[in-house]
């Protein structure tokens, strides 16, 4: 979307070239005889350098990229299937050349060199102005290095590409250098812990150079879809450049001029508007009681009746005429489009660009860098009262917001005075657990049972409910249940849109509980508990835990001991809690006569929980799986 959002500036003057610090196809003993990463031992495959260098030439800007990758288990052979994407829309505002490819095998400490033959490097479109360079390494193995090197000039010189330091296998060293020119002035924008920390920068006749050492692996782990937003990476946006001899022009140089020229481009789509929509909408009815009652109808109406694509971006493709013609759209277009509507009967509406989670960055920065930003949702008055409002997910009722929305702060777009605000959408998110377990006439176990989950726990088990339709598969596939379990019935109502919840009701029969054999039988009421299984098993871990949001969940179960048994065992009371009450769990047993009743809950306050913490987490959610598989043991009362 930068691409087409702002314009690249003509001027420029030639540089000499850099040279790279690594010789192609040149590999020292170290490489040669690497086998195992000792930071990350279970890597497949490992970068062992990556270097870029980046110069302008003329009006355009240049990076030199040159690769070194190992193979270290079969598993990482796949990684002989190299993807290069660039955009190639506007004008080719990018372009590759001079794109070679190398792949190294070793028969003892020889080296046997191929290049890889030009028919295994090709060009394939990928869709809305993008493309890609595909390399084909053959006869990779594992002790392979593959290696290769090409050159990108980006004719959009506004917002440069940066670079991101880390992959998603290991890298042994990263290097980044650009050289900068006095006619032009960039804001440069580095995070990462090792960036902030040990990072090997210097500075030399107007050449930035960063090195980083031994870095993990980039990839999503347990409740962390964000990891992205934790990245080491250093980025750069245009600040100002010479016009004259004696005269610079600033860019995008503070929040209100960067919000009036996103403003500008809604105008230009037609979405930022106060004049009627009738012709647009073709009269549609958004007309009601209230302005709330007026807002739902327009939501309901765009969310009913518009598909919605996979375009990213905070900035629409489509004019709003074209969008109410093919009645497809990106997210950014539905909200748009909704806040169209709703300024067009009068109703306060403005947008908020937010930077989403995981799109690579975890706090915004307090100057305006328009590349931190990458969606939008919308602030409503109705009625006087404030809502954010958002058209991300085809399932969510009225007021709900995308869960990676749910960010710090935003810019609030309004004309000649954007600004940044902070964003904090409340919610209620629990699940509610209640189960009978008795025994019919045959000794076979039957569980009668409802779960309601609420707001956004509820939201997703409407999308896990809907997915198993679409695969034809049945609803007892939301539990993880024992196979030999025999699942009567089940079913679910979804009332998010009336009472945010849904309630799936079932019944299930377990069969062998009686034995002749045996005078004891053993059950465990929560085994299809969430948390009956610690997710958390890796021995240390890289970013924060993310929740998501701060919810509940509340197990509750009623056991009719059948006539001739006696309890004989059952898991104690406890209630333990992390450090400064941030995830508390409790379990409590009470004995009525012939019945027994247990309620156990968790309670995840925090949603973000520090990597510091891992460890303490780790160790409480072991805990908690272990309390919800603890059995009840029934005993078989002896004969008189």
């Known amino acids: 979307m930068k691409k087409q959002l702002l314009l690249c500036l003509l001027f420029l003057l030639h540089l000499s070239g850099y040279a790279q610090k690594e010789k192609f196809g040149k590999y020292n003993s170290n490489e040669i005889s690497y086998s195992e990463v000792d930071f990350e031992p279970d890597a497949e495959a490992v970068v062992l350098f990556e270097e870029g260098v980046s110069k302008f030439f003329g009006e355009v800007f240049e990076t030199t990229y040159h690769f070194r990758i190992k193979i270290l288990k079969e598993s990482g052979i796949a990684r002989g299937d190299v993807k290069i994407p660039f955009y190639s829309g506007d004008n080719r505002t990018e372009e590759i050349s001079g794109l070679k490819a190398l792949i190294t095998n070793f028969e003892g400490d020889e080296p046997q060199s191929i290049k890889v033959d030009k028919n295994q490097i090709f060009e394939v479109e990928v869709g809305n102005g993008w493309k890609e360079y595909r390399i084909t390494f053959p006869n990779v193995k594992v002790g392979s290095i593959l290696e290769y090197t090409y050159k990108k000039t980006d004719k959009n010189i506004t917002l440069l590409d940066g670079w991101t330091f880390q992959n998603d296998i290991p890298t042994i060293m990263s290097s980044y250098s650009i050289t900068m020119i006095p006619q032009l002035e960039y804001k440069m924008i580095g995070q990462g812990t090792k960036y902030n920390t040990t990072s090997e920068k210097t500075v030399n006749n107007g050449t930035y150079t960063w090195t980083l050492r031994k870095l993990n692996s980039l990839k999503a782990e347990p409740y962390m879809n964000n990891f992205a937003d934790y990245r080491e990476r250093v980025e750069f946006q245009l600040s100002r450049y010479q016009k004259t001899l004696y005269e610079w022009e600033d860019v995008l140089k503070n929040w209100i001029v960067l919000g009036d020229e996103v403003l500008r481009g809604y105008t230009d789509k037609g979405y930022f508007r106060s004049s009627p929509l009738e012709k647009v909408m073709d009269g549609v009815d958004f007309e009601g009681s209230t302005e709330l009652e007026k807002a739902q109808k327009a939501y309901y109406y765009l969310q009913q009746n518009f598909q919605l694509n996979t375009e990213s971006g905070f900035f ?31 109703i306060e509406c403005h947008p908020i660009l937010v930077g989403s989670k995981g799109s690579g960055r975890s706090d915004l920065v307090p100057f305006p860098f328009i590349n931190q930003f990458n969606s939008v949702l919308l602030h409503a008055k109705l009625d006087g009262k404030e809502y954010l409002l958002d058209l991300e997910d085809p399932l969510a009722p009225f007021g709900y917001v995308d869960l990676d929305k749910h960010v710090k702060a935003g810019l609030f777009l309004t004309k000649e005075n954007s600004q940044l605000v902070p964003i904090n959408i409340p919610h209620n998110s629990n699940s509610v657990f209640t189960s009978v377990l008795k025994f019919d006439e045959e000794k076979n176990l039957i569980v009668e049972g409802s779960l309601r989950r609420y707001f956004y726990e509820g939201l997703q088990m409407s999308h896990r409910s809907q997915n198993l339709q679409k695969n034809n598969e049945p609803l007892h596939k939301l539990f993880t249940l024992d196979p030999t379990w025999e699942v009567v019935n089940m079913d679910m109502q979804d009332n998010l849109k009336e009472d945010n919840y849904t309630t799936t009701n079932y019944t299930i029969k377990i069969q062998g509980q009686n034995s002749e ?49 006696e309890l004989d065992d059952y898991p104690l009371k406890e209630a333990i809690s992390m450090k400064n009450g941030e995830v508390l769990f409790s379990y409590n047993p009470v004995l009525m006569g012939d019945k027994v009743q247990i309620v156990a809950k968790l309670e995840v306050k925090k949603p973000t929980i520090d990597v510091r913490q891992y460890a303490n987490l780790k160790y409480f959610m072991e805990t908690v799986a272990t309390k919800m598989n603890a059995p009840v043991v029934l005993k078989k009362v002896s004969n008189p």
């Open 517 to 565: 054999e045996t005078s004891l039988m053993m059950l465990t009421p929560f085994k299809v508990a969430t948390f009956s299984k610690n997710p958390f098993t890796q021995d240390f871990r890289i970013f924060p835990v993310d929740f998501g949001f701060a919810f509940s969940e509340t197990y509750s179960t009623l056991l009719e001991i059948p006539e001739g048994y």
């Open 316 to 346: 629409p493709d489509q004019q709003i005429s074209q969008l109410v013609k093919t009645k497809v759209g990106s997210a950014v277009e539905l909200d748009l489009a909704l806040m169209g509507i709703l300024r067009s009967m009068g």
